[in-house]
T-cell receptor, first 113, second 115 residues
């Protein structure tokens, strides 16, 4: 039973446009959500996080939106750059802590010049 | 070093053999985690160490898997009598402490192939 779902295996956007990556979760006990970025042959790198007490968190070109009623979060990248091309993982944890992360399968983002 | 390091980067073994995977966390990080990523899957939590506390082993898939952390630093993940379904990338991560705002930093992983 997959508790964190990224239903789009891949996404392709043009440089300068907005990239929107989506994530759905089923466990209502999740209260902390993270996005990680992964390049080939490297480990995932933390990108941005959001607590369930918020509905938006912004860091430069990256914004995460959380819709608790829909159990849905999204990552917006504006403007997209070719260097953003990577696999993006959505992750969640419960109990107000940041360990024992549950990850989605990832979405491969390709930003075309 | 500056980041989490893991060795070996690649390991090919025969079914039934034991393997040891090593993780060197970031200096000063008290929390250490092991995950694995099977082909086409997300990362799966295996085990968590925090300081001198008993580890959380709830993610280990079978009793063939074990891990230890010596001196609060280096960790070794051991898989006994490897099976083909153990083939995956094994990732180690560390964080300053457990808790919000203390994000996990990942190593590059060890790709294990069981023939």
């Amino acid at each position: 039973d997959q508790q964190v779902k990224q239903n789009s295996p891949s996404l392709s956007v043009q440089e300068g446009r907005i990239s929107i990556l989506n994530c759905d979760y089923t466990n209502s006990m999740f209260d902390y959500f993270l996005w990680y970025k992964k390049y080939p042959a490297e480990g995932p790198t933390f990108l941005i996080s959001i607590s369930s007490i918020k509905d938006k968190n912004e860091d430069g070109r990256f914004t995460v939106f959380l819709n608790k009623s829909a159990k849905h979060l999204s990552l917006h990248i504006v403007p997209s750059q070719p260097g953003d091309s990577a696999v993006y993982f959505c992750a969640a944890s419960e109990g107000g802590s940041n360990y024992k992360l549950t990850f989605g399968k990832g979405t491969l983002l390709t930003v075309n010049p | 070093g500056a980041g989490v390091s893991q060795s070996p980067s690649n390991k090919v073994t025969e079914k039934g053999k034991d393997v040891e995977l090593r993780c060197d966390p970031i200096s000063g990080h008290t929390a250490l985690y092991w995950y694995r990523q099977s082909l086409g899957q997300g990362l799966e939590f295996l085990i968590y160490f925090q300081g001198n506390s008993a580890p959380d082993k709830s993610g280990l898939p079978s009793d063939r898997f074990s891990a230890e952390r010596t001196g609060g630093s280096v960790s070794t993940l051991t898989i006994q009598r490897t099976q083909q379904e153990d083939s995956a990338v094994y990732l180690c991560a560390s964080s300053l402490v457990r808790g919000l705002g203390n994000e996990q930093f990942f190593g590059p992983g060890t790709r294990l192939t069981v023939l």
